[in-house]
């Protein structure tokens, strides 16, 4: 079971449920912009200077900005902790070997907190007006993917049904054998 749900929506404006996603009440029309995370390569550049996609969600102010404050830790956090890993690498002139690694864990540690306890949303810019959009309510992105014709990526919905038919199927076979033969 993945622990975040992922839609994937091309348009240039993202419409969201009337609730808040971070605290799932209503959010009485109130929406909070959000940057995009940084995406590809060259991501943190245009993310540290401002100038990365900002769409607005539905949320309470509060809860709004405390989860603009997480996804902001959490990316200066990568971002220091790389920096200072390749910093400390060459003023000890560590091999470029052992600076490679100690950058993929020091990069992995918050990546693996984030995977294990997502946040209620984030969001990438793929370019071209293409996002992803990330939640941690399944239901909540599922609304959302309704909302804007999106693709909701690890969706079981399908399997659900396969797994009604099947059932539905074994009744009526169940109910068209009858009872047992005696013998």
Known sequence: ???STEVLVEKETIE???QCVVCGRHAGGDHVPMRANPHGI???VPWLFGRAKVLEFSAHRDCGSRLRRVVLARNLLILFMVTGIIVVGFVYEWNTWLILAAVIVGA???TIWQTLRPVPF???HMGNN???LMFRNRDYAREVADL???ILEDDDREEEEDDVDRLRREMRESVNEG???RS
Do not use: S
Request: glycine share 8%.
């Open 1 to 3: 079971m993945p622990l």
């Open 16 to 18: 969201f449920p009337e």
């Open 42 to 44: 060259n991501g943190m």
């Open 108 to 110: 992995l540690v918050p």
């Open 122 to 124: 984030e969001f990438v």
């Open 130 to 132: 293409t996002y992803k």
């Open 148 to 150: 804007n014709d999106g």
């Open 179 to 181: 009872p047992p033969e």
